[in-house]
Structure formats: C-alpha cells, structure tokens
C-alpha cells in the first residue's frame, strides 16, 4: 500500500501564488490533483503522466497552475498562480499503481488532504 503526503496548503490573498506538494511512499505512475470545495463534488484539477509526457488541466484553471513531478523523489507538485476565491478547496493529491490516461478520475491512493484557502 502506497501513502501520499501533502504538503504546502494555507491561507492567501487571492492574486497570490501557492505550491503543493505531494511524496509517494513508493513508486507510482499517473498522478493527479483533485478538489473538494464545501457543498460540491470532487473535482480532477490536474494529471499528469508517468514521464510527464502528457497533462491535464481543468479548464477553470488553465493557464494558472502547472503540474510537475520528480520520479527520483517519488514527487508531484502543482503550482497554482494568480489564485481565486473560486480556488478555496480541500485538495487532494492521488496515484495509479498502473498507467493510466491522465482524464482517468478513479484512482488507486490517496492522500489525506490539504486545506487551500483563497481570501477575496
């Protein structure tokens, strides 16, 4: 069983910048970045491959975040820029133990959550 660990969570401004992390306890293939705002589904926000060949990004923020990982690290990290109150979300980080396409929204571990909070 694989545990995911994020990090990198916290209250900003919107306009503001923030990054979150997440570290695999063992390797892992497609990774993804989902949401959950108070009130409202799940969301995928972003994917991304194996050998980071191929992403995925939801079109709300498009242009705004980019997702990364480092496989030596067993690390995946999404960068969120000009951020919005629309952005306050418990965000969750999740992997595939297989490769998947990165639209997949069901995935095999997940992390606990970290808490982004987008002030007006």
């Known amino acids: 069983q694989v545990q995911l660990v994020e990090s990198g969570g916290g209250l900003v401004q919107a306009g503001g910048s923030l990054r979150l992390s997440c570290t695999a306890s063992?390797?892992?293939?497609?990774m993804g970045w989902f949401r959950q705002a108070p009130g409202k589904e799940r969301e995928l926000v972003s994917a991304?491959?194996?050998?980071?060949?191929?992403?995925y990004y939801a079109d709300s923020v498009k242009g705004r975040f980019t997702i990364s990982r480092d496989n030596a690290k067993n690390t995946v990290y999404l960068q969120m820029r000009s951020l919005k109150p629309e952005d306050t979300a418990v965000y969750y980080c999740?992997?595939?133990?297989?490769?998947?396409?990165?639209?997949?929204?069901?995935?095999?571990?997940w992390g606990q959550g970290t808490q982004v909070t987008v002030s007006s």
């Open positions: 999740a992997a595939q133990r297989a490769p998947t396409v990165v639209t997949i929204t069901t995935y095999d571990y």
């Open positions: 063992g390797r892992t293939f497609t």
């Open positions: 991304i491959s194996w050998i980071s060949s191929s992403t």
